[in-house]
């Protein structure tokens, strides 16, 4: 396993890449309505991201994916692919994931939407937790800390709401590549002794189910659904360990009241 401490000037354009994806959230915001199609979100992303902010949108064409940025709604629980027949319905819960690469690093960060006015208060509540598990896991980085700290954390919060935690995916270390060492799971595991260093930076990105944990794969290879067809959520945001504690490189202007 090889993970990279980052010096302060890696740290610098990491962090623009970051900045840049928490544009690309806080623009298409109002654009996540009833009737609109994912496809058309993820044209708007790509347009934004290519055009206005001169970067690459880095899912596209990653592995084969086919699209600018991932749209997962509902029972999907990440890597969903746009379609132009798949329109939101009001009551629809959506997760955008946005990477993007500029100047050779990359920043990723995702965040729910609620589409209308008719959430069920189940999907509201499993948003909320996700949302809060990824906080409360941020609130302990520190050097030193041990890496499964940072599942055990979120596990027991998910937990106590009888909610369940996803193990298929993780979050991961980045910077000159898309996915590097550190995988961070987000339940309680084995992570080979690995302590916080200063310089680290790594996505945080718990994918929590209303119903059970099991997931399957979809024929597109991609999509990956909830077992039990319940709603799923996922919060992410890019982290760097600090001498004294950590920085969230991709914190959105409305998240100043929670944190």
């Not at 959506?94 to 965040?111: A, E, P």
């Not at 980045?174 to 987000?186: R, S, T, V």
């Amino acid at each position: 396993m090889k993970i990279i401490i980052k010096s302060s000037e890696e740290i610098k354009k990491i962090y623009k890449s970051c900045q840049l994806a928490v544009d690309v959230l806080e623009m298409i915001e109002k654009y996540v309505l009833p009737g609109v199609s994912t496809e058309e979100i993820n044209n708007i992303c790509h347009n934004y991201i290519t055009k206005i902010q001169k970067a690459k949108p880095a899912t596209l064409g990653y592995n084969g994916f086919p699209k600018s940025v991932c749209i997962s709604k509902n029972d999907i629980v990440c890597h969903g692919i746009s379609n132009k027949n798949d329109i939101l319905k009001n009551g629809d819960i959506v997760n955008i994931d946005v990477t993007i690469l500029y100047n050779n690093y990359y920043g990723d960060t995702s965040k729910m939407f609620f589409v209308g006015n008719k959430i069920s208060k189940k999907s509201k509540l499993l948003c909320l937790t996700t949302q809060k598990s990824l906080y409360k896991a941020i609130n302990i980085l520190k050097p030193g800390i041990r890496l499964y700290k940072i599942g055990e954390v979120i596990q027991n919060y998910v937990e106590s709401k009888n909610f369940s935690v996803v193990r298929n995916y993780c979050g991961h270390g980045i910077g000159k590549n898309f996915h590097e060492d550190p995988q961070i799971l987000h339940y309680k595991s084995y992570d080979y002794g690995i302590l916080l260093r200063p310089g680290m930076i790594f996505t945080i990105e718990p994918m929590i189910n209303i119903g059970h944990h099991d997931v399957y794969l979809t024929k597109d290879n991609w999509t990956v659904k909830t077992k039990d067809k319940t709603n799923s959520a996922q919060y992410e945001h890019t982290v760097l360990i600090t001498n004294f504690g950590s920085k969230i490189l991709t914190l959105r202007k409305e998240e100043k009241i929670y944190l």
